[in-house]
């Protein structure tokens, strides 16, 4: 299997390198509105919200900037395939403006936007970050009422456009091999996340401190758990806010196709420096998941009852019927000219699959 990963550094505002109804996933997290680090560039695209802010008008600088959010979802809109789906990190942001602190609801406004669009509203997942500061609270302590509510989740919104559900020819043999195992699906589809940790919006790099600081990347995880859940192999994924390349870097490891869109272009060097190490992490990744999948089968025979199914392509126990075809991919060779990324991709092989299967893969 082939992948291609293309890169454009310009405003996804205007995405007219993608065509119309091309794009199977959309993976992103904005910039986020009314979070202080993001000023600047926002007021650099738009002056009317660098006077908002001088006015210390909170509510216009929050109106003004989600407009300009509104290009990228109404170019987003054009290029999603109808019944694809689309997922948006996104958290609130908590500031205090002419002396009055306040929420300004990031989740709601953008639901609101593609709600009007022509998209469904499906249910969203709550990312909530653990926290260990002891000092976590807000507001004035033990003193009612001016203590305020930690604000320690964010959202992962998911809408589907159009009415329909993606079109898939019947018995397709990518959607069949792109099935999870069945503990993974009840995981991964909770409405709530607490096992992801979240980073650091400034990533540590000595000799790239300032560039890493203009970086909203969010954990390999989120994003390669989306792939998985909403796309099948050879899809296209689409991210408008590229950043340092996490969803691409998802998107190759899941053996899917992508689309980043990214301001800066001096993000490419971190991003090549993570691509270096792709091949291991795919491989990596593969070995844990099918490494946790054998523990829980060796757990679930132990405390409920024998497996019906086996895994067609590896011979490991599996629950489900819908499992059999499960099929991973790892990264064979990697081509780049100008920005475009082209990938190899071989079936994945279990080492020493015989002996494993013999002992029932429990390792």
């Known amino acids: 299997m082939k992948t291609i990963h293309r890169i454009f550094f310009k405003n996804s505002s205007d995405m007219s390198e993608v065509e119309s109804e091309s794009v199977d996933l959309l993976i992103t997290s904005p910039p986020y509105p009314m979070i202080e680090m993001w000023d600047s560039m926002f007021s650099s695209i738009n002056e009317d919200i660098k006077n908002a802010f001088q006015d210390q008008d909170g509510k216009l600088a929050f109106s003004l900037i989600h407009k300009e959010l ?4 109404k170019e ?24 009055n602190f306040q929420l300004f609801t990031n989740h709601v406004r953008i639901s609101d936007f ?17 926290t260990n500061s002891p000092n976590k609270f807000m507001g004035s302590g033990m003193l009612p009422p001016n203590a305020y509510v930690t604000l320690e989740h964010e959202y992962i919104l998911i809408f589907r456009k159009g009415e329909e559900k993606k079109k898939i020819p019947p018995k397709s043999e990518n959607r069949y091999n792109s099935a ?7 995981k991964w589809f909770s409405d709530v996340w607490a096992d992801i940790k979240g980073i650091s919006q400034s990533l540590n ?25 909403f796309s099948n192999y050879g899809d296209t994924i689409l991210d408008p806010f590229w950043g340092t390349g996490t969803t691409t870097l998802a998107s190759m490891v899941c053996a899917r196709n992508s689309i ?3 301001l800066n272009a001096e993000f490419m060097e971190i ?24 523990g829980f089968i060796k757990k679930y025979t132990t405390e409920v009852s024998e497996t019906k199914y086996t ?53």
């Open 271 to 294: 991003f090549k420096k993570n691509v270096k190490d792709i091949k291991k992490v795919s491989n990596s990744i593969n070995e844990e998941r099918i490494k946790n999948h054998l």
């Open 311 to 363: 895994a067609i392509n590896y011979g490991f126990p599996i629950i489900t019927q819908q499992e059999k075809n499960i099929l991973f991919y790892s990264i064979n060779n990697i081509r780049e000219v100008d920005n475009i990324f082209e990938l190899e991709h071989d079936i994945f092989k279990i080492e020493q699959k015989s002996k494993l299967v013999q002992s029932r893969l429990i390792l």
């Open 180 to 186: 999870y195992f069945w503990e993974e699906r009840n």
């Open 260 to 262: 980043g869109y990214e």
């Open 70 to 73: 509104d290009k990228v979802w």
């Open 205 to 229: 790099n000595n000799n790239n401190n300032k560039l890493r600081e203009r970086s909203a990347a969010f954990p390999s995880d989120l994003p390669y758990r989306l792939v998985n859940m």
């Open 114 to 130: 593609f709600q009007q669009n022509g998209f469904i509203v499906l249910p969203c997942i709550l990312w909530r970050k653990p």
């Open 76 to 99: 987003s809109t054009r290029v999603i395939k109808t019944g694809g789906i689309a997922c948006i990190n996104i958290g609130d942001a908590t500031r205090t403006i002419n002396k």
